[in-house]
Nanobody, 123 residues
Framework: QVQLVESGGGLVQAGGSLRLSCAAS????????MGWFRQYPGKERLFVAA???????IYADSVKGRFTISKDNAKNTVYLQMDSLKPEDTAVYYC?????????????????WGQGTQVTVSS
């Protein structure tokens, strides 16, 4: 069973930066899409960014130009570099993966999820 473990969340002031990491274990293949969602209290999880095995990326409009997703296939790890953070970026961030990047958009949801990490941006 694939396990996804996030790290790197925390408290930062507006305008600051954080880098989230998500390490996958329990699988021997690497041709998956990985990405990030975020969830506000009482709301559904919203897509943030995703990356294919070959490195193609997609972003939510709200984070374009501020967040950068990247990955290290050898380490089965995906990263989310978050710059110019705003208070409205405060949320629990979840790592996810699936066989195709199409599972990340259009209201669809990936199959495998991490436990989430809190990001808090103070004004």
């Amino acid at each position: 069973q694939v396990q996804l473990v996030e790290s790197g969340g925390g408290l930062v002031q507006a305008g600051g930066s954080l880098r989230l990491s998500c390490a996958a274990s329990g699988r021997t293949y690497s041709n998956v899409a990985m990405g990030w969602f975020r969830q506000y209290p009482g709301k559904e999880r919203l897509f943030v960014a995703a990356i294919t095995w070959s490195g193609s990326t997609i972003y939510a409009d709200s984070v374009k130009g501020r967040f950068t997703i990247s990955k290290d296939n050898a380490k089965n790890t995906v990263y989310l570099q978050m710059d110019s953070l705003k208070p409205e970026d405060t949320a629990v961030y979840y790592c996810a993966e699936d066989s195709t990047i199409t599972k990340f958009v259009g209201g669809r949801k990936p199959s495998n999820w991490g436990q989430g990490t809190q990001v808090t941006v103070s004004s």
